[in-house]
């Protein structure tokens, strides 16, 4: 066990190449959370029972099943259907799908939070939908929900390494193909614990301030 | 040690005492559990407790681990029967990664290291490798006609649209990136059975191992559109041996000579020779010769 900062030097700039890699991943596959989990929490309020059934059961299976077989399933199971996705496609897609299902009972909860004084209310000031929306639900909703919002991103951050299974070189890849060419893993792999630990204390800051801002406003 | 004194120091808080108390402890007890027997040697070590630890990738006809669960391949088949002309019973197999084989043994993870782990001038100075045991060339697997026309990794190299798989941490990825691949052009492959999925999804447009390896692999895979380079231009033959701690000297020595004496009856030939390796090959080649370069 003798730490070799001669050694840290020299594969900080491969790390740091995965680190970007990671950023992106988590970044893209928020983003595409966001907007699947949005999808499905309306979705799921369809009047349509056909509808919304389908979408819980959707909820509930992906829910129920690891990331890391889903991320096997989209990049190995669906070429054999016609459908090559790129390494880092496959893995947006399935960062975003299965924390969509995530954030969509987030948004539920958040919209089921605002209490149904407020849409009767809406409806007496004879508020259009999308005044009701946009001017009092939207605005109750969304605060409450940046915690937990928060907390998911800060998750799936932590599990992009998953990602390495279908050969996106991020962090611990990259990582590891410096151990598996230098026979050392104690520098490699204390540096992807270290650089995890930076980027989720600095997230979990701005996340805080973020929240501490809405809840003014709120 | 050092960890305890400075933890005695430092801890004037009770509960920062105590977790550093349970640190050294923790860091006391990992040491004496890897303290290798100095003096009884290895190889007593192994005959007291009758096994061997070694690690094996899963690549066929090197490594293989059957259905049943059985370890086979040449290269464990080859160490089953010295370690029991030894008087060590048994060998007990783990799969590795390539990479994570050496770090392991020097970890105490294993004894030694049985895989097809090719013998090269840095890997001779973090282990010590007994003679050569297995030796095999280098070939790409490509789909059927060979579209790109690779014959060499610099072929590879100087398509800016090539990919090529390989496992991680083996001598393939690292002749690749020498011939100048770019590192996001190699792709680490898990396995075989994943190096020809990604193959005939169109993910990797060649996927490297060394002949045995790929003519095995192809056999299985059973697909008219792949096709077999072999062996690649410009990529030297390699041999493996059974790779050992450095500590532990004095088994590879004896391991050497039971070998020895099996090369010269023709025991080596019998083991290795079905599985379609050259005892020819390993045997006009030494150690010394491969860990020179």
New interface residues.
């Given amino acids: 066990m003798d730490w070799s900062w001669s050694f840290v030097w020299e594969i900080l700039p491969t790390l740091l190449e995965g680190v970007r890699v990671t950023i992106l991943a988590t970044l893209g596959g928020a983003v595409l959370a966001a907007v699947i989990g949005l999808a499905l929490a309306l979705l799921r309020r369809s009047p349509n029972k056909a509808v919304m059934r389908t979408t819980s059961f959707v909820i509930e299976f992906i829910r129920g099943t690891p990331l890391l077989v889903q991320l096997y399933f989209l990049f190995y199971v669906l070429p054999d259907a016609g459908i090559t996705l790129g390494p880092m496609t496959a893995g947006l897609i399935g960062l975003g799908l299965h924390y969509g299902t995530y954030t969509a009972e987030v948004y539920r909860a958040g919209i089921d939070n605002v209490p149904t004084g407020q849409w009767e209310a809406a409806k007496a000031c004879n508020l259009t939908g999308r005044q009701t929306w946009t001017q009092i639900i939207l605005p109750q909703a969304i605060p409450p929900m940046v915690p937990a919002l928060a907390n998911y991103l800060i998750a799936m951050f932590k599990e992009t390494p998953l990602l390495s299974a279908i050969t996106v070189l991020e962090l611990m890849n990259q990582a590891r193909s410096v151990a598996n060419f230098n026979y050392r893993y104690l520098e490699p792999m204390t540096l992807v614990g270290v650089f995890f630990l930076i980027i989720s204390l600095i997230s979990v800051s701005l996340l805080r301030l973020l929240e501490r801002r809405l809840g003014r406003i709120g | 040690m050092n960890f305890m004194t400075t933890g005695m120091r430092v801890g004037s808080g009770k509960s920062l005492r105590i977790t550093l108390g349970a640190l050294a402890a923790l860091a006391l007890s990992s040491s004496f559990m890897s303290a290798p027997a100095v003096a009884d040697g290895k190889l007593e070590e192994l005959k007291k407790q009758g096994f061997a630890r070694v690690a094996i990738a899963n690549e066929p006809p090197y490594t293989e681990v059957k259905p049943d669960g059985t370890v086979s391949g040449a290269a464990p088949d080859v160490a089953r029967e010295v370690f029991k002309r030894l008087g060590v019973g048994d060998i007990v197999a783990s799969i590795s990664?390539?990479?994570?084989m050496?770090?392991g043994l020097?970890a105490g993870r294993f004894d030694a290291v049985t895989a097809g782990l090719f013998m090269k001038p840095e890997?001779c100075k973090?282990v010590a490798y007994s003679e050569p045991i297995l030796c095999d060339a280098e070939a790409l697997l490509v789909k059927k006609g060979n579209p790109m026309g690779f014959a060499s990794y610099k072929d590879i190299a100087d398509n800016p649209k090539a990919r090529i798989g390989a496992p991680?941490?083996g001598t393939e990825e690292?002749l690749a990136l020498q011939a100048g691949v770019p590192?996001?052009r190699v792709?680490?492959?898990?396995d075989g059975q994943?190096g020809v999925?990604m193959l005939?999804?169109?993910?990797i447009d060649a996927y490297s191992l060394p002949v045995l390896s790929i003519n095995d692999l192809v056999k299985k895979a059973n697909d008219p559109d792949l096709a077999v380079i072999a062996p690649v231009k410009g990529a030297p033959v390699y041999c493996d041996g059974a790779a050992f701690r450095k500590q532990d000297a004095d088994l590879r020595d004896a391991y050497d000579k039971v070998l020895a004496e099996m090369k010269a009856s023709g025991d080596f030939a019998k083991i290795i020779e079905p599985y379609g390796f050259s005892a020819a090959a390993a045997m006009s080649t030494t150690r010394d010769k491969l860990c020179g370069g």
């Fill in positions: 990664e390539y990479g994570a050496i770090p020097q890997r973090a991680g941490g690292k590192r996001d792709i680490v492959v898990p994943s999925k005939q999804d169109g993910r």
